[in-house]
């Protein structure tokens, strides 16, 4: 099974930037896809964004449409998730998944970081 290891969490104010990133510990396929999930306590996991292998294909909340950016480097075994004008609702544990036979937000993935909280203040 892949493992996945997320960084780049922390604190933002409103309005702010971070970009998550996460790298899979071992070369991960091309066809994979690769998604971004979040969780507040006491919330379902909800679907962020998501990129077809290849990263011809990508997939929206309608939450953070316009605001974040999916990304993959399979090069480099990493998919990114670049969050601009963030959002004291953006405030989440974000979790990295891939493994699917499908692909989009609310396809079901067999692997899964362990998660990478990110704050944000008003």
């Known amino acids: 099974q892949v493992q996945l290891v997320e960084s780049g969490g922390g604190s933002a104010q409103a309005g702010g930037s971070l970009r998550l990133a996460c790298v899979a510990v071992?070369?991960?396929?091309?066809?994979?896809?690769m998604a971004w999930f979040r969780q507040v306590p006491g919330k379902p996991r909800e679907g962020v964004a998501a990129?077809?292998?290849?990263?011809?294909?990508?997939y929206y909340a309608d939450s953070v449409q316009d605001r974040f950016i999916i990304s993959r480097d399979d090069a480099k075994n990493t998919v990114y998730l670049q969050m601009n004008s963030l959002k004291p609702e953006d405030t989440a544990m974000y979790y990295c998944?891939?493994?699917?036979?499908?692909?989009?937000?609310?396809?079901?993935?067999?692997?899964w970081g362990r998660g990478t909280q990110v704050t944000v203040s008003s």
């Open positions: 998944a891939a493994d699917s036979p499908a692909c989009g937000l609310k396809a079901k993935y067999n692997a």
């Open positions: 071992e070369s991960v396929s091309r066809r994979y896809c």
């Open positions: 990129v077809h292998g290849g990263g011809g294909l990508f």
